[in-house]
């Protein structure tokens, strides 16, 4: 290819954010699982505030835009963030999204940024864009977040520990829920930021899914210690069973409770006249992907996150 003809420029001004929104649209198109970011994304991306810096560059194939790069430099300059990169789908295969990559590292040497990260996750079904990451000095995050699928024939029996007990949600244990959910995931990235009631409500309470009966908890001595819900998802299209927010605290872990708490999801879901389920879990949780693998869960999907890190 003739490299003349193509040019990496910074988003001016005088592209407009709906302009911007059609480029992001046609490099989005048949790309696998590659996202366009909708308008109010766009305008967040490029006006930042607290002090980060919003770069959006353009791929102009003679004089047409042809791909497009988004991304987002913190205050201090060290991990930058990789919102975006596509190229529009009849000016593929040329080099373009290299270029725009290549511009984004050197932008970010340039600003003495240590790397660069993806702020989405790639689904593992969809090689191309891990290829094309992997080619240009990325590496795999071993943080993916993994969907996991079984059916609901032929589950194991429930058996509960000596001195625990099971019992449905009662008005009035959300603060436990929040206890137990915080305690268990704290320090772990995959459970995200600590709950509060009002996160509770949100996503139970006030779901037309909420039945008492759908969010079980383990008891000791009269103390909530763990929690899961049998709760639903769409997968291919389709309602089908979730198996969703199991935790136990650390000081009750090791007394299969885990184990306990997920069959009793299962056999729940089977009585909710579901006929298989899924569950999302992280590689990094190492212990629950090989619990759940032994209850007969298998990988259905893994989105992955990226880092490139700069010389």
């Not at 913190?74 to 009849?90: I, Q």
């Not at 103390?223 to 927010?245: D, F, P």
Request: net charge negative; glycine share 10%; proline share 3%.
């Amino acid at each position: 290819m003739d490299h003349t003809r193509v040019e990496i420029v910074s988003c001016g001004e005088t592209q407009s954010d709906t302009d911007l929104k059609t480029l992001f649209d046609a490099c989005a198109d048949q790309a696998g699982d590659l996202s366009a970011p909708d308008l109010e994304a766009i305008a967040s991306w490029r006006n930042v505030d607290g002090g980060q810096e919003g770069v959006i560059f353009l791929a102009v194939l003679n004089q047409v835009k042809a791909g497009i790069c988004a991304a987002i430099v913190p205050p201090d300059r060290d991990h930058v963030s990789l919102k975006f990169l596509g190229v529009r789908g009849d000016a593929r295969r040329q080099g373009l999204g290299a270029r725009l990559e290549t511009h984004l590292s050197d932008f970010s040497r340039r600003r003495g940024s240590s790397d660069i990260r993806t702020a989405f996750s790639l689904d593992g079904k969809h090689q191309a864009g891990g290829r094309f990451l992997n080619k240009q000095g990325w590496t795999r995050n071993t943080d993916a977040g993994l969907r996991m699928w079984r059916d609901l024939n032929d589950l194991p029996d429930l058996d509960i520990p000596g001195g625990y007990s099971i019992r449905c949600y009662r008005p009035g244990d959300e603060a436990a829920f929040v206890r137990i959910k915080n305690a268990a995931f704290a320090g772990e990235q995959a459970g995200g930021r600590d709950w509060t009631d009002a996160d509770f409500e949100k996503e139970y309470l006030a779901s037309p899914h909420f039945k008492v009966d759908r969010v079980l908890f383990a008891e000791f001595e009269g103390q909530l210690v763990g929690t899961t819900t049998a709760w639903t998802s769409e997968y291919e299209g389709r309602e089908i069973g979730l198996i969703h927010w199991v935790a136990v605290v650390p000081e009750h872990r090791g007394k299969g409770l885990g184990w306990m708490l997920n069959v009793a999801a299962v056999h729940k879901l089977k009585q909710l006249a579901y006929d298989d389920c899924v569950l999302s879990t992280n590689e990094s949780l190492s212990s629950a992907v090989r619990l759940y693998k032994r209850l007969g869960f298998q990988v259905v999907s893994q989105r992955s996150t990226y880092t490139k890190v700069l010389d």
